[in-house]
């Protein structure tokens, strides 16, 4: 099966580049190439592609518009294509609905195998990029092997709302403070909602929190502090 493929990014250098790799590239279709996050959109709606490539770093082409091309798209998958990411660029990512995860100075094949992969319905991180998950102390190997599952979990109501606020981005302080609750508090619900979802970090709670609808797309801004 062809993979129908949409190039998103400002720089016409990585465009090209880009474009040349997956013209010659099996079961690649190139459907298109954006330079604008409007464009994308257009694309998206026009071609159905199965894989958008795009740097979400790049102006315009942030978790809004990641969000917004899913809405447009169900079968379309996302796969990050930037610079080296920091943390919060590549949790960002995550929480946004990308599947995959590349950087720009990956090898050709690599490229390649992260497209065709994600089309296949995997996930794909090169090494470097898992070494930032590994370094921000995120549950790799189970993020990548067993993807949290939308069945139900005993959560309490007061759990469910402080899931909520930690996926927000809220602080221990600013959750207490809405709650009407005591630091420690907030931080023994924390710990009890890591216990029940089999986790160990706050990342991954975020992760279960955005699969399982906690947060509604339209309200969830990641770029703004607590």
Known sequence: MSIRTLIA???ELALIGLRTILSEAPRVQLVGVARDPIAM???IVRHRPHVVLLDHTA???GARTIRDGIKR???TRFVAITPDPSTAALMS???AGVTSYIRKDCDVQEIIDAIT???DGSKFYCGKVLDVLRKASFDVERFLSEPLSCAPVALSDRECQVITLIAEGK????IAEELNLSSHTVIAHRRNIM???GVNNTAAVVLYAVKNGFISPNKFLFDRPA
């Open 73 to 75: 798209s169900r079968g």
């Open 195 to 197: 216990q029940k979802l």
């Open 9 to 11: 990014d400002h720089s």
């Open 117 to 119: 992969q994600t089309a």
């Open 59 to 61: 102006e315009g082409f």
């Open 41 to 43: 959109e257009a694309m």
């Open 171 to 174: 602080s221990y302080t600013r």
């Open 93 to 95: 990512a995550i929480r």
